[in-house]
C-alpha cells in the first residue's frame, strides 16, 4: 500500500510554500463533480483542499444519450471554479477522470475539449474496470480489507462498481445502474407508488442477480455520495463529518428505516434533511435502493461505510506510476 497520509492542514495551508510540489485529482461524475489538491511531504500526501459541485451531468441522458446544454453548462461552471482553486498551487499533476455519463455520452468532443482546456489537462474516459479499481485503491488505502471476501461497492449516479478481493479470485465488474438513472426511470424524485417501488427493486435485481452470484460470507464496504449520505442520516449529523461517516456500519434495519421515510416525501422535501448536499435528496431512494437489494443479495445486515473511494484512488495514481489492475 502506498503511504498515504490524510489531515486537513487548515493552519499550516496559512503559511505553507505554495511552491512545493502538489497534485490534484478531479472526478467528473454523472452526479457530482469533486476536486482533491494534496501536497507532497515525507509521510506521504497530506490533503489541503477537497470540493464537490451536484453537476447532474446525466439528467435527461436516458433517452437518446446526449448531454444537455443545461447539464453542460453547470459542469462548466464547476470546473471554471476548480480552476480558481487549483491557481495558487504549483500543481506537479493534474489527472481528470470522467465516468459513465461521460463513457455514453454522443457528441461529447467539444465538452471534453473546453473542460481539458479549462482544467490545462486532458480529461480522460475510464472504463467501468478502471473506475472501479481505483475506487478500491481509494477504499483499501483507509479501512481494512480482511481475509474473506472484501466486496466493495461504489454506487454513483449512473453506474455502480464493484470489486471483491479475498481468499477467491479477484474480480472486477460494472454495470450502468445508478441513482440519477433510477430515479428518472421510476420518478422516485416523487413520492413513489408501491408500484413504481416494486419495480425499482426489480431492475436492481436483475442488474445485480445476472452479475453477482451471492456469497453469504462476504465482508461488504459502501463508497460514494449515496451511502455517505445514507451514513450522515443513519447518524442524525446536522452537517456532513467525513470523520464521523468514515467507518460508520450502516445496518440493513437502519437502512430500511431510510428507505421508508423517504418514500414518503418529496424529492423536495428530502432536499432539506440535514446532513445531505445539494440536490442529494432527490436522488437518495434511488441509491438507497440499490444498496438494500445488495445487502439482501448478499445476505448481509450491514455494510461499513467509506469517506475514501475513486476521488482518492485517482489521486494516488498521480503519486504512483501504476494505476491498480486486477486480473
Known sequence: MLPFFIERFIDEMKTSDTKSNYFAAVDMG???????????????????????????????????????????????QALHFFKSCLEPFNIEQLRACGTEALRKANRKNIFLQKASSILGAPVEILTGEEEAALSFAGVSGFLPVVKKNTLVFDVGGSSTETICKGKGPAFVK??????????????????PSNDNLAAARQHIYSHI????????DSYLIGTGGTITALAALDLNLAHYDEKKVHGHVL???????????????????????AGLD??????????ALIFQIILDHFSQEKILVSDTGLLEGILLSCYSPVTPKFP
Do not use: C, W
Open 251 to 273: 445496518r440493513a434495519s437502519s437502512l430500511n428505516k431510510l428507505i421508508a421515510n423517504f418514500s414518503s416525501l418529496t424529492g423536495e422535501e428530502r432536499n432539506k434533511l
Open 209 to 216: 442477480t445476472q452479475i453477482l452470484a451471492p456469497q453469504p
Open 174 to 191: 460494472s454495470f450502468p445502474l445508478g441513482a440519477v438513472g433510477l430515479t428518472e426511470a421510476f420518478y422516485l424524485d416523487q413520492i
Open 30 to 76: 454523472s452526479n457530482s463533480f469533486r476536486l482533491l489538491i494534496a501536497r507532497s511531504s515525507a509521510k506521504g500526501l497530506a490533503v489541503v483542499q477537497k470540493e464537490l459541485v451536484t453537476v447532474r451531468l446525466s439528467e435527461n441522458m436516458r433517452k437518446n444519450n446526449v448531454l444537455s446544454s443545461e447539464a453542460q453548462q453547470r459542469a462548466i
Open 278 to 287: 445539494h440536490g442529494r435528496g432527490e436522488i437518495i431512494l434511488g441509491g
